[in-house]
């Protein structure tokens, strides 16, 4: 394997390892904390937010959402992992 300081090249099985999920539908794999880019529907511009968790209060079912919209009622353009975020992100304070 090749190795220097800046790139290291994985093995397929250190590769699988580092894998947290995978699906072909992108909103089975979406986490809290991620921020998103989508629209609500075609019409609307679109928008960034962060994916939070929040709570029916009738059937006491926790769901993913952005803005009070469910994932199933957007559509999502573009996807920053919460880790990826953190890690390129400045903090201000």
Known sequence: MY????TKVL??????????????DI?????????????????S????????KHKDPRSNKEYLSIEFYSLEQIEILQ?????????ESYNLQ
């Open 3 to 6: 190795e220097d300081r800046e």
């Open 27 to 43: 909103k089975k794999i979406i986490e809290e904390g991620d921020v998103l880019k989508y629209r609500v529907n075609n019409l």
């Open 11 to 24: 093995s397929l099985d250190e590769l699988q390892d580092k894998i947290v999920s995978h699906s072909k």
């Open 79 to 87: 996807v920053i992992t919460k880790e990826r975020f953190e890690l």
């Open 45 to 52: 511009a679109a928008k960034i937010g962060e994916v939070k």
